[in-house]
């Protein structure tokens, strides 16, 4: 192994996560580039490097170190650099060399023992003699506290972003209890956490790790979708992680509601236990939904009579459910309509909002995903939004959801509407109550037979199952729906009843299939060849949906296939390897988590931006435009055009949607989709998510497997328990 020492002349690349540099060294006469792992440095620095020459294919011989230590500028000159290389603010080259004129060898002893004296100098005042030394000061502590973390496997950044939170301090908190960093840290988790207390050699029993262990299983339950566990599931889930026994997790709950950390209520016949902040959201939201509950004197005959003026309008025939409906919209400021498709849940909103237009009162229509919004604005012919844009989104702070509409900046409006309420999930419900006044009237619609949300919470469920709302169930299947089997048997599937798969139907086939391979080639067929002419559309606008992520069938596997067949390698698209996943430009993708401070903006032909905005959504759909490697960035146009620019380090973020779970398609509706289905888990493979996939489809469902597993899952109602309190707390409230 061979040393160079010398000066940092110049950073050429850093990346901020790993601390990867490349950067040049000037030692003696020569220039050399070096690369390796450099915690905190700066050009004009000077070190000794440890390590070997290399022979790079592209840009030729480099210095490969493998540890580095900083040494203190020894003469004049060296100092005279480091001051004057812009590493502290303030100090140009001019004002670098007076310094050092004045203090020659003893510049440093004078910045960190005499920093008054910098006063001295021409151009230095005696409040930026302080600034001088406290910058000094500073990345010195910097730099140690640097090296100190990583010695505990913390990488740069975060190393960064710990020292920035707690200062000197960090020496306590990591000695003695590292599980602070992942309550006060974004991006450190338990595990992160964890692994630093082993290193450091804090005990697998201590309380800090017991309690932070606690505070980790139930935000993994949230991911699940659950809003608290009861006491004896949470016990046991911590047991299993910590490896501790049932009394020492026990004896810590006091410990923690005292803090405020957990909540405890008691249940009919458990222990419910929450993160705090979810048992508020869902207390909050239960009390802000029992003030819009407010009713309005009018008479039936004026409502029956705007109605019929409506159905002239209109040539739309209202029934009993579907009046009764209007009638509950007009005299309450809170209602809940609900039932499946074909039921006249638009017919209803469409009526519900001309009726208050000609009141004159002012309308906001809203859904959780962007192709909900676009669906909703196609059907009643008014502008609909996200609900993330209706509240006005602004980015947040520390990865969390910000709203500028909130309950100091409520909505101005008279009437809100919001469709495809099952997907609502509790933290977004919470939002969107903070902004509606007392006064305004709320009118949730959705069906409770889909699948619930994918974020925590069951709030159309818990609502409906209060019953301390008000509620109309449509369940008439309207004629010309009732032409469709798509319609018709998603609601044999609700009911439990037999599918006939004869495949006399003009939208509803099954292709019995019992191979794997056999479907997928099948499926490939339908997409390239069949569907497109029947459903006119494209093969991209073919959704394959699959109950599972793992396994022959399964959404990872289905997508490297599809990609292969649907948009096959050629030199004409770049392409990008991240983890397991190769990205190729044409690709379809899909979001998978919210990211509220994505940038993203719609272009004009001409690449003119003609509207800005924020937020990328879990559920998002879009196509790979560009990948650039010198810019290190990959372009995504979503619904609607908007252009996404992901730095490379958020590829994470994004995943291929040629196949996607059930799951993932609440809310959206496709021309067509094709269902493979072979066997599967019991939990997964039920009822809920049959339903759910089949009324994803618009104009042809095509299911391509084995018919028995079709019949178990009609016949299969068990589906993953949800814990969720909103029904209690509704009662409570």
């Known amino acids: 192994m061979e040393k160079l020492a010398g000066y940092v002349e110049h950073i050429i690349y850093r990346n901020a996560d790993n601390g990867y540099t490349v950067l040049n060294l000037v030692s003696g006469e020569e220039e050399i580039t070096c690369v390796g792992i450099f915690s905190a440095i700066a050009e004009g620095e000077n070190i000794e490097a440890s390590g070997d020459y290399t022979d790079h294919p592209t840009y030729g011989k480099q210095f490969k170190v493998e540890s580095f230590e900083e040494k203190a500028p020894e003469d004049e000159e060296a100092?005279?650099?480091?001051?004057?290389?812009?590493?502290?603010?303030?100090?140009?080259?001019?004002?670098?060399a007076r310094i050092v004129r004045r203090f020659k060898a003893d510049t440093f002893r004078i910045i960190e023992e005499e920093p008054e004296r910098l006063a001295e100098v021409k151009g230095i005042s005696e409040r930026k003699a302080m600034e001088i030394a406290d910058q000094v000061n500073e990345k010195r502590d910097l730099r140690q506290a640097m090296i100190f973390l990583q010695q505990y496997g913390i990488t740069m950044n975060l190393a960064v972003k710990v020292y920035q939170q707690y200062g000197q301090e960090v020496y306590g908190i990591i000695r003695e209890n590292p599980y602070r960093l992942a309550d006060d840290i974004e991006g450190v988790g338990f595990r992160t956490a964890d692994e630093i207390a082993v290193r450091v050699g804090i005990r697998m029993d201590s309380d800090f790790r017991i309690r932070s262990g606690i505070l980790y299983v139930l935000l993994q339950a949230s991911t699940e979708g659950h809003t608290y566990l009861p006491e004896e599931e949470l016990t046991r889930r911590t047991g299993q992680l910590l490896e501790v026994g049932e009394e020492q997790i026990e004896k810590q709950y006091m410990d923690l509601a005292i803090e405020r950390k957990i909540?405890?209520?008691?249940?009919?016949?458990?222990?419910?236990?929450y993160a705090a902040s979810f048992?508020?959201?869902e207390a909050n939201t239960a009390t802000m939904l029992k003030q819009l509950n407010v009713s309005y004197d009018v008479p039936d005959l004026e409502i029956e009579e705007r109605v019929r003026r409506i159905e002239k309008q209109t040539g739309m025939e209202l029934d009993e459910h579907q009046m009764t409906a209007v009638k509950e919209a007009v005299r309450n400021g809170l209602l809940i309509i609900t039932g499946g498709p074909g039921t006249g849940k638009t017919t209803t909103i469409n009526t519900i909002i001309k009726y208050f237009e000609m009141e004159?009162?002012?309308?906001?229509?809203?859904?959780?995903?962007?192709?909900?919004?676009?669906?909703?604005?196609?059907?009643?012919?008014?502008?609909?939004?996200?609900?993330?844009?209706?509240?006005?989104?602004?980015?947040?702070?520390?990865?969390?959801?910000?709203?500028?509409?909130?309950?100091?900046?409520?909505?101005?409006?008279?009437?809100?509407?919001?469709?495809e309420m099952s997907m609502v999930d509790i933290s977004l419900m919470h939002a969107l109550l903070k902004a509606v006044a007392v006064g305004t009237r709320l009118i949730l619609v959705g069906d409770v037979n889909q699948l619930p949300s994918v974020g925590p919470g069951s709030v159309l469920r818990d609502i409906i199952r209060s019953h301390e709302c008000n509620v109309v169930m449509l369940t008439k299947i309207f004629r010309q729906a009732s032409t469709?089997?798509?319609?018709?048997?998603?609601h044999k599937i609700n009911q439990g009843e037999e599918v006939t798969l004869d495949n006399k139907s003009m939208d509803f086939f099954f292709l019995k299939r019992y191979d794997a391979d056999v479907i997928i080639s099948v499926v490939l067929q339908l997409i390239k060849q069949k569907l497109p002419k029947f459903v006119d559309a494209t093969p991209y606008d073919i959704?394959?949906?699959t109950p599972m992520r793992k396994g022959l069938l399964g959404v990872e596997r289905l997508n490297?296939?599809?990609?292969?067949?649907?948009?096959?390698?050629?030199?004409?698209?770049?392409?990008?390897?991240?983890?397991?996943?190769?990205?190729?430009?044409?690709?379809?993708?899909?979001?998978?988590?919210?990211?509220?401070?994505?940038?993203?903006?719609i272009r004009t032909k001409y690449g003119l931006s003609v509207d800005k905005g924020t937020g990328v959504f879990n559920g998002d759909m879009g196509i790979v435009r560009e990948i650039n490697d010198f810019a290190e960035t990959m372009t995504v146009e979503f619904d609607e055009g908007r252009m996404v620019e992901y730095p490379y380090k958020l590829l994470d973020e994004l995943e291929l949607a040629y196949a996607i779970t059930i799951h993932k398609s609440q809310g959206s509706e496709y021309p067509a989709v094709v269902i493979p289905l072979l066997s599967g888990p019991s939990m997964l493979m039920n009822r809920n998510l049959?339903?759910?996939?089949?009324?994803?489809?618009?104009?042809?469902?095509?299911?391509?497997?084995?018919?028995?597993?079709f019949e178990q899952m009609v016949q299969n109602t068990s589906q993953q328990k949800r814990y969720s309190g909103l029904c209690d707390r509704l009662k409570e409230a």
Request: charged share 25%; hydrophobic share 35%; aromatic share 6%.
């Open 484 to 490: 469709s089997d798509i319609i018709v048997n998603a």
């Open 360 to 419: 004159g009162l002012d309308i906001f229509l809203a859904a959780p995903t962007g192709r909900a919004a676009k669906r909703m604005s196609e059907t009643t012919g008014f502008e609909a939004r996200t609900i993330h844009r209706m509240l006005e989104l602004n980015g947040g702070v520390d990865g969390a959801a910000g709203f500028e509409r909130n309950e100091q900046n409520p909505l101005e409006t008279d009437v809100v509407i919001i469709d």
């Open 79 to 96: 100092i005279e650099r480091y001051l004057g290389s812009g590493a502290i603010r303030g100090i140009g080259l001019a004002l670098a």
């Open 263 to 273: 909540i405890m209520k008691q249940g009919e016949n458990q222990t419910q236990i």
């Open 543 to 545: 959704q394959v949906l």
């Open 560 to 601: 490297g296939i599809l990609q292969r067949y649907l948009n096959p390698p050629s030199p004409q698209k770049r392409e990008k390897e991240h983890g397991d996943i190769l990205f190729r430009e044409g690709d379809k993708i899909m979001q998978t988590r919210n990211n509220y401070q994505l940038e993203w903006e």
């Open 690 to 709: 049959l339903y759910t996939a089949v009324t994803r489809a618009r104009k042809c469902v095509t299911l391509v497997g084995n018919e028995v597993t």
């Open 279 to 281: 048992y508020y959201m």
